[in-house]
């Protein structure tokens, strides 16, 4: 019975008032009944509900989950229209030379990819980012994936934690376009403002790109295993429910408020 008085006061306009032995439900237009607190068996049950459809609760119900669902897609849309604009057109400022760390910049051959060390700023980033899109052999684009602006906004938050550590994956450029590699880790840099040193691959061929990112990514119950817990899939399911639980119980409106997305946090 608790169920489907929590259902009626879900319902706008619909008002639940509870005394010691039932739920005082009203639709809209001022129209009452009560329903036990306590189911007493089947026919209580049915009659609750019984009860409840003279108030049009199911068309009420119906109509709020349509209303429902329309507004989560239209939240959905503005997010991604947000996104769209925010990176659409980066900050572009001058090449500055490269530094690198640990070593020295040198070109091995013409053509031939060459790796280093290199501190990349918001205005390195940007440039790579604008460049037009690297070109296949045979005349197509090379297309990025669409940004996540989740990922950007997390690799964003560990470098202004100071937690950024440099790694084998970093940017992959061609002789000639954009990266075809790196862009969440590039907008990191461009909207944090910060220089952080990245290993850089020059002259890489544009069709390596279908080679790349191609992997698994360690999950949450991997990284557990990782660290020695035991039962590592149910703890990371149950971690899942209280971190979307928790979103929701302080009104998260960001991109990561979704239980799809909610491993970007």
């Given at each position: 019975?608790a169920?489907l008085?929590a ?5 706008p ?5 509870l ?6 439900i009203a639709?809209p ?6 329903i036990?607190?306590r189911v007493g ?10 009860a409840l ?5 199911s068309a009420?119900?119906?109509?709020h989950?349509e209303?429902?669902e ?8 503005a997010d991604?229209?947000?996104v769209e604009a925010?990176?659409?057109?980066p900050?572009v400022?001058?090449?500055p ?7 020295t910049?040198?070109?091995?051959g ?7 060390t ?10 790579w980012l604008n ?6 052999p045979?005349?197509?684009?090379v297309l990025q994936r669409?940004l996540n602006?989740?990922?950007?906004q997390?690799?964003k938050?560990?470098i202004?934690?100071g ?5 084998p994956?970093g940017v992959?450029?061609?002789?000639e376009?954009?990266?075809i590699?790196?862009?969440h880790?590039?907008?990191a840099i461009?909207?944090?403002?910060a220089?952080v040193?990245i ?6 061929p544009p ?5 790349i990112?191609?992997?698994k990514?360690?999950?949450?119950a991997?990284?557990?295993?990782i660290?020695?817990e035991?039962?590592?899939l ?5 971690g899942k429910?209280l ?8 009104g998260?409106?960001?991109t990561?408020?979704y239980w ?6």
């Amino acid at each position: 019975m608790a169920d489907l008085a929590a259902a009626c006061e879900k319902l706008p306009g619909w008002q639940v008032a509870l005394n010691n032995s039932s739920f005082k439900i009203a639709n809209p237009a001022g129209v009452q009944t009560s329903i036990p607190r306590r189911v007493g068996g089947r026919s209580s049950l049915a009659n609750a509900k019984k009860a409840l459809e003279g108030l049009g609760f199911s068309a009420a119900l119906a109509q709020h989950k349509e209303e429902s669902e329309k507004a989560r897609k239209q939240r959905i849309a503005a997010d991604r229209a947000k996104v769209e604009a925010k990176f659409v057109a980066p900050r572009v400022g001058k090449d500055p030379a490269p530094q690198t760390v640990g070593g020295t910049l040198t070109v091995v051959g013409d053509k031939e990819m060459y790796t280093v060390t290199q501190q990349v700023g918001p205005d390195q980033a940007a440039e790579w980012l604008n460049r037009p899109p690297a070109v296949l052999p045979d005349g197509r684009a090379v297309l990025q994936r669409p940004l996540n602006a989740g990922h950007v906004q997390y690799l964003k938050d560990v470098i202004l934690r100071g937690e950024w550590q440099l790694t084998p994956q970093g940017v992959s450029l061609p002789t000639e376009g954009a990266p075809i590699d790196g862009q969440h880790r590039l907008w990191a840099i461009v909207e944090s403002g910060a220089t952080v040193p990245i290993r850089v691959t020059y002259n890489v061929p544009p069709e390596t790109f279908y080679a790349i990112d191609t992997g698994k990514r360690r999950t949450l119950a991997d990284q557990l295993a990782i660290l020695g817990e035991k039962n590592s899939l149910h703890l990371a399911s149950f971690g899942k429910m209280l971190y979307c639980w928790d979103r929701w119980r302080d009104g998260d409106t960001g991109t990561n408020r979704y239980w799809s997305n909610w491993s970007r946090a």
